[in-house]
């Protein structure tokens, strides 16, 4: 008998932490490895965030904290809501997490009963049905096809409502897509959701700044009637480059935050002192950097889809946000590399384009719709022109 739960068991290791770590080992025995497999930016943290921190610590900010967050950093938080999304909430309605992953997980864990659904639109960030899973609920995955931008339709949502769905999941702009939903087709959703009072949403934003050509964000929880049952989550990773201080958190009803504090005191307790001092000081200081740094995310993805799309066989969409591209691969199943090998779906793709031509990327039925592959451009220029190349030579080698 294994010493492994049962509810462990139901879940897998994150599949894009997976590529990346085979991507170390190729480049760990000396191949030259380009990735383009990792959600985070290449920019590095702002100086004045990095020294909010450095002041942090030399004021002695090394002790607990309250579990959910410092007032300080709750106070910053209301006022990033107030301030960009004409939200108005109470510090009673801010958690703070160890990053949004923990955040999403206390949420989920803390709410979901055996058996509830939740309902999920796919391509989807892939902790979402794994984290329902090990909650003991039911991941109800919705296919949303290219054609609509990889977004789910009003029709879509309705058909898959039940009697047991507890949450939707909503993440705009999204990991894998780069799909932006506008206010007007969160208002269709949100017309649905209205008339199904039992459902709760929660709206990951965490690719909130990352958007391009004035795409005008719009978050679910500015829609009146349903504020009261929208947990927004966000977070200070992306946008501020900092992945690694682990900061994320969520506004939503006092019920909800409370259950996601009493979890959080059983497991982490508070998130690190310092990186919560550093995190004020994103929310609070200088959002200049977010508006250069979007330039150049932009130059990237153009050149990116530009790229991808003058490659035989691959056909790409041009996001309006996020890091990420999602080309559609599905014309290269059943062709052979050189080596004879068959590509049956878009895991062998990818795995042979690692393999044979050192980039890294994901597969899209890690995310819940085969027959794609994830691209991050969080990358340099100069990185992305060679990997391009190399993507090219690839599908050109296939046969
Ligand atoms: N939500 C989405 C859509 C993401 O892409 C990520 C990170 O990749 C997260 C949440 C979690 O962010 P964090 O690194 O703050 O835990």
Redesign the pocket.
Known sequence: MSIVSNSLKRIKPSPTIAVTQKAIELKASGKDVIGLSM??PDFDTPDNIKEAAITAIKKGETKYTSVDGTLTLKRAIVNKFKKENNLNYKSEEISVGT????V?YNALIATINPLDEVIIPAPF?V?YPDIVLLAGGIPKIIKCSEKNQFKITPDQLEKSITKNTKWIII?SP??PTGACYTQKELESLGNILKKNKNIFILS?D??EHIIYENFKFFTIAQIKDLKDRTLT?N????SYAM?GW???YAAGPAEIIKAMRKLQSQSTTNPSSISQAAAVEALNGTQNFIFERNKAFKERRDYVVESLNKIDGISCLKPKGAFYVFPNCSKFFNKKDKSGKKIKNDEDFVTLLLENYFVATVQGSAFGLEGYFRVSYATSMEKLKIAMERIKSFCESLS
């Open positions: 959600g985070e990053g949004g992953k923990q999403i960030w902790s993440n999204s990991n990951d965490i690719y989550m977070g200070v990773s992306k992945t682990r900061i994320g």
